[in-house]
């Protein structure tokens, strides 16, 4: 995607957004995320990631997207990169979520408004209360009346 004053912002709202994503996916061994890059069973990683992101987002909001990567040298941590596709109501975001030793980031490459706005805040806006609301709201049971 070609960066604009508005991208930052953006990857910031997906970044907060799919941080407990990204913290199940840190649990998973590197070395079985780049077996499954490495032999292609694109099937089982997008089971891992709809299995992280079931516990936090309404069903078929986070996916895994085309494919993946990885970095891996003999002086430096593996670095798991992975294509995800978020489709919130009315915007679908395609990116890709890094995953190194200690951190993760997002890169947008695409961000596709159903129903853009002439206002670039207004789609910021926009996207931010539409990943708000498929996340899953978490509900306590009432104390039972004594």
């Known amino acids: 995607m070609r960066k604009s004053e508005f991208s930052e912002k953006r990857e910031q709202i997906v970044a907060e957004?799919?941080?407990?994503?990204?913290?199940?996916?840190?649990?998973?061994?590197?070395?079985?995320?780049?077996?499954l890059l490495r032999f292609e069973s694109y099937a089982s990683l997008a089971d891992l990631v709809e299995s992280a992101a079931e516990l936090y987002f309404l069903p078929g909001t986070v996916n895994f997207g085309l494919g993946g990567n990885y970095n891996l040298d003999w002086n430096s941590c593996p670095e798991i990169i992975l294509d995800l596709e978020l489709k919130p109501r009315g915007v679908t975001v395609y990116a890709r979520l890094v995953l190194?030793?200690?951190?993760?980031?997002?890169?947008?490459s695409h961000i596709n408004f159903q129903q853009p706005s002439s206002d670039p805040?207004?789609?910021?806006?926009?996207?931010?209360?539409?990943?708000?609301?498929?996340?899953?709201?978490?509900?306590y049971p009432l104390p039972l009346a004594s």
């Not at 407990?20 to 840190?26: D, F, M």
Request: glycine residues 2%.
């Open 100 to 108: 190194a030793a200690d951190t993760a980031g997002i890169e947008i």
């Open 121 to 139: 805040d207004e789609n910021t806006a926009f996207l931010a209360k539409s990943l708000e609301e498929a996340k899953f709201v978490k509900s």
């Open 17 to 35: 957004a799919i941080r407990p994503i990204a913290t199940e996916l840190r649990l998973i061994d590197a070395a079985d995320f780049i077996a």
